[in-house]
C-alpha cells in the first residue's frame, strides 16, 4: 500500500513511520508512507499557507492553492483521499478493515481552524475523525490511522503478533492476559490459566471477555449476540450466567 500525507509537519511522522512494525513493513515493500510539505506547493513570497476565513471568526484556515498543488503533485485525482477531522464519521476497526483493502491513499492533515471547503468538495475527500476530540492538527489522527490501516495489512505484523484473534472481532473486550512469574510480589496468575485444561481456559477466557464487555461496553452485546454463531454447551451456560445478572 502506498499511503501520502500532506501536511504543514513532515518531521512529525518520522519516529512513527521509520518505527519498529512500520519501519519494518517498508523494508519489505508492504508499506510506503511518503510526506508531502503543503509549504512547498505555496505561490505566495512568505510561502504562505493559511489566512484569515471569510466572514470572521478567529483563527486561520489553510488556504486552497497549496494543498491543491500537493495534490496535483502525488496524484490525488486517482486515489482515495482522507481529511481528518473531528467533524468526521468517526473511525473503527470495520472503517480500517476497509481501507486496508486499498492499493493507494491521500490523508490530509488540516491545522488552525482546517482548510478552505472547496478542497475538500474538490478532491471529494472522506472526512474521518479518531474521536470526540480537538487537536491542535491532524497529524497525530493521520499517524493513528496508518497505524491500524497497516496492521491490517497481511505480513505487516510477525508471527507472534496476529490481528485475528482480537476482541475487536469477536465483538467482545479482550480477556485478562498473565505471563511469567506465576507469582509475582504475591500476586498470583488465575489458577486456571496453569492448569493445562485447554477446555476450562477457554471457558474462563469467554466468561472474562463477557463479565468485562457488560461492564464496560454493554453497546456491544446487541451486535456480539445478534451475529450468527455456535456456542459450546459451556458457552450457553456461561451466557445464561452472565447475561442474567444485571438485566
Ligand atoms: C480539521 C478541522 C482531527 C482538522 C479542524 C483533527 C481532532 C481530530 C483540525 C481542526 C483535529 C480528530 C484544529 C480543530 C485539526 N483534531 N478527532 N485537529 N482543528 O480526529
Known sequence: MNIDV???????F???VGGSILGRAADKGILNVRTTDIRDFSNDKHNKADDYPFGGGGGMVMMADPIFGAMESVSAGDKKVIYMSP?????DQAKIEELSQ???????CGHYEGVDQRVLDYWNAEEISIGDYVLTGGELPAMVLIDAVARMIPDV???ENSALDESIYSGLLEHPQYTKPR???GLEVP???VSGNH?????WKFRRSLELTMERRPDLLEAYFSRERKYTKGEKKIIEEITKRKL
Open 102 to 108: 486499498l492499493d493507494e491513499m491521500v490523508i490530509l
Open 6 to 12: 500532506l501536511t504543514l509537519f513532515p518531521e512529525m
Open 191 to 193: 489458577e486456571v490459566l
Open 183 to 185: 507469582e509475582y510480589r
Open 14 to 16: 518520522g519516529p512513527v
Open 157 to 159: 505484523l510477525g508471527n
Open 87 to 91: 467533524r468526521g464519521r468517526i473511525l
Open 199 to 203: 477446555k476450562l481456559i477457554d471457558e
